[in-house]
């Protein structure tokens, strides 16, 4: 690769060489448009955001190829997020399954689905690690842990570039969006954060240092500034610490038009400013502010940037170009679409299983299929609303709705009846809900489905209050009135503030947006042909006023302790008779359901735990062990948490932090003996001062079913 690229390099002029730093988004229209077809043959642009059109991608790859002087191939990308044609659940819904392979086999099929229309490269994974619900991008996200965001992150990776067939990637992935755009001020889409060092360190990079240690093809710079500077032009972050400390040699490639967005930053006076500045900060590829295109000569003409800056980006686009074999065959083959075949369905069924979350049951569930169900809720019937956000090329025709898989399920057995009571989620509108209530009325049995439409998140899709949009509440408020038990399904893009219908519920599934077959999955486990495993990824908060709200938070001086709620305050209750520790009086502390929580149609118990050693050095494995046994009588699955606490460190430390888990299939009765081990390096952290440090002290150690679970172990680090 490297004598080819060197030779190919040595041969191209500069303007080749911006022309391969130039990424723009043609849509069908510029496919066909000469300026476009001109600018390939002289090989002006490098990359496209291109439809997935095996055909007209040919024609223009043919250009590129054959009429351009130095025959250079484009790189065809998309975002396929959570699928191409057949969807997956949202990445905060694949989070929840903690199943790294079924999230990797999701992948997988994307990639096949893509790669059939002629897409070599997508923007994914996000591995924003996200902790406030308030922010849109919390869908795309696997969650609040940088350790399941790692993980998650490097199943998406191995499925999209692993190539059996060839020691080439299938599909480019990429790693986004680099780095911080999670801690957005207020759960404000694109808004300024400020990271401590620290923060930075363990929370926002490792699961981009995971990713770039995994060999994702690509990084994408993010929006947004981060302690005072754009992503687009940070060259301590996106050089000193992506390039010259993990050795990083992919591909850098702006954010959508974010090059350009520098200037209303504050940060670039102009445009050409900006391109100098992105090539300071290492930024390879230009998405769609043509900047590069436009100013780079100039810029190089003026001693502003060297040609060795050009050939250092151009050398990866190239490099990755041969990664992807595209100088071999750059070309799709038409006619082999391979969309929604029976086994990605299957695959897209069983990961919906287990992405939703069981919250609460008070015996309801699984229901028997008998008798007369009511169903209702608009969201029962919106199969595209169910696919969640980032899905533009999803197959619309191919989801199956909840009501449709109940009324397959029950064919026969019972009598379902559907009233959506609301015209839309959002609808205010409370004129449909008695005929809701009637159907519930009528009933044995009544299925809620409540939520949010897919446009209430996603990209620049943020709420400030999270509750349930339009009359929902209002509507379950109703349906209680009728006494009958209700089981509520929530389907959403983030964890909603949904606390009081939770309440009012006999029975809760939290099934985020769970694509294609999210219908067929969520009756699977209401009629229990499926047992449900699914465990939150990020806390669900009982209002928004509380966020952020994460597990992995710091214990403070005062922990929250003898709390006095604010309807049990005294009248007249003098000032020092309430205490004086860290909660709300009107949300007490803590989240209404915590991460890694989740029920299943059985019960589990935890032995006590074991341990090879009551201390290590640094050079010792540590290895942890207990015996779960499934206590109840339904062969389920069990995810096993790993928690470690630096109980003292030289930095205040989170009372708990994920560092493994085992998801497990018990059968009923039976136990397992679940075992992890761990070195000193798990037990690192940022030290402002000391850099990447495990501090000798003591340890604590949890193996359980939540991150609030679990009796602790010590062991000590020596
Ligand atoms: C968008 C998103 C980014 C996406 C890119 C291309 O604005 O921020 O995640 O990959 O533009 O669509």
Not at 361 to 381: E, H, S, T, Y
Not at 541 to 568: C, E, F
Not at 629 to 638: I, L, P, S
Request: hydrophobic share 40%; charged share 25%.
């Amino acid at each position: 690769m490297d004598v080819f690229v060197d030779d190919l390099l040595s041969r191209m002029t500069v303007e080749e060489k911006i022309g391969q730093m130039h990424q723009l988004a043609p849509g069908r229209a510029g496919m066909e448009a000469d300026w476009l077809r001109e600018a390939v043959r002289k090989g002006e642009i490098g990359t496209m955001l291109a439809p997935g059109e095996p055909a007209l991608l040919n024609e223009v790859q043919r250009i590129a190829v054959e009429e351009s002087r130095l025959g250079i191939p484009l790189i065809y990308a998309h975002d396929v997020i959570h699928g191409y044609k057949t969807v997956f659940p949202i990445p905060l819904g694949l989070a929840a399954t903690f199943n790294p392979a079924i999230v990797e086999k999701g992948s997988e099929i994307a990639a096949m689905e893509a790669r059939s229309a002629g897409m070599r490269w997508t923007f994914a994974p996000m591995v924003d690690v996200s902790r406030d619900p308030r922010w849109g991008r919390i869908a795309e996200s696997f969650g609040e842990d940088p350790y399941m965001n790692a993980v998650m992150g490097v199943a998406t990776v191995r499925g999209f570039q692993k190539d059996t067939t060839s020691e080439y990637l299938n599909v480019a992935a990429c790693a986004k969006h680099f780095v911080g755009y999670g801690a957005a001020e207020g759960g404000k889409d694109y808004n300024t954060t400020h990271v401590t060092e620290d923060q930075l360190r363990d929370v926002y990079l490792a699961p981009f240092k995971a990713l770039a240690d995994e060999g994702v093809a690509s990084f994408m710079c993010a929006f947004n500034d981060i302690n005072g500077r754009p992503m687009s032009g940070n060259r301590p972050v996106a050089v000193d610490i992506l390039r010259d400390e993990w050795g990083y040699d992919g591909v850098m490639v702006s954010d959508w038009g974010s090059i350009a967005q520098m200037v209303p930053h504050g940060y670039c006076t102009d445009l050409k400013d900006a391109a100098g500045r992105a090539v300071e900060g290492g930024v390879d590829i230009d998405m769609e502010s043509r900047a590069y295109a436009t100013h780079l000569k100039e810029l190089l003409e003026e001693g502003k940037i060297s040609e060795r800056d050009l050939d250092r980006s151009v050398r990866n686009i190239l490099c990755m170009k041969w990664k992807l074999g595209l100088f071999e065959n750059p070309y799709t083959e038409v006619g082999g679409e391979k969309f929604c075949l029976p086994s990605s369905l299957e695959a897209s069924r069983e990961a919906a299983v287990e992405s939703a979350v069981l919250l609460k049951n008070d015996g309801m569930l699984p229901l028997q299929c008998k008798g007369r169900i009511a169903v209702v809720g608009p969201l029962a019937d919106a199969p595209v609303e169910q696919l969640g956000t980032w899905c533009g090329r999803a197959d619309e025709d191919a989801p199956v709705s909840a009501v449709e898989a109940v009324r397959a399920e029950c064919a026969g057995k019972a009598s379902v009846v559907f009233e959506p009571g609301l015209t839309f989620s959002r609808g205010r509108s409370e004129k449909g809900i008695a005929k809701a209530v009637r159907a519930a009325e009528s009933a044995d049995v009544v299925l809620f489905f409540a939520g949010e439409e897919r446009i209430l998140s996603g990209e620049a899709r943020c709420r400030a209050d999270i509750t349930l949009p339009g009359a929902q509440k209002e509507m379950m408020k109703a349906l209680k009135k009728t006494g009958k038990p209700i089981v509520l399904v929530v389907m959403a893009g983030r964890p909603l503030a949904v606390a009081e219908e939770i309440e009012m519920a006999d029975a809760v599934i939290y099934a985020f947006h769970g694509g294609t077959m999210a219908g067929p999955a969520l009756s699977d486990l209401i009629f229990g042909k499926a047992v449900p495993s699914g465990r939150l990824p990020v806390c669900l908060p009982r209002m928004a006023g509380q966020i952020p709200v994460y597990y992995n938070r710091r214990n403070t001086g005062r922990p929250a302790h003898n709390i006095v709620m604010l309807d049990d305050i005294p009248i007249g209750a003098r000032q020092s008779t309430l205490g004086h520790t860290s909660y709300y009086l009107d949300a007490g502390d803590g989240p209404l359901y915590t991460f890694g929580y989740g029920l299943s149609y059985t019960t589990f118990e935890y032995g006590p735990v074991t341990l090879s050693s009551s201390e290590i050095t640094s050079g010792d494995v540590l290895k942890a062990s207990c015996e779960v046994r499934n206590t109840g009588n339904a062969d389920a699955y069990e995810t096993v948490q790993l928690y470690v606490r630096d109980d003292v460190g030289s930095m205040t430390r989170p009372v708990r932090e994920l560092k493994g888990f085992r998801k497990i299939l018990i059968p009923a009765g039976e136990s397992r003996k679940v075992e992890f081990t761990l070195t000193s390096e798990d037990l690192k952290y940022w030290n402002i001062g000391q850099g990447f440090i495990a501090e000798p002290g003591t340890y604590t150690l949890w193996i359980a079913p939540d991150s609030a679970s679990g009796t602790g172990v010590n062991f000590e680090l020596i």
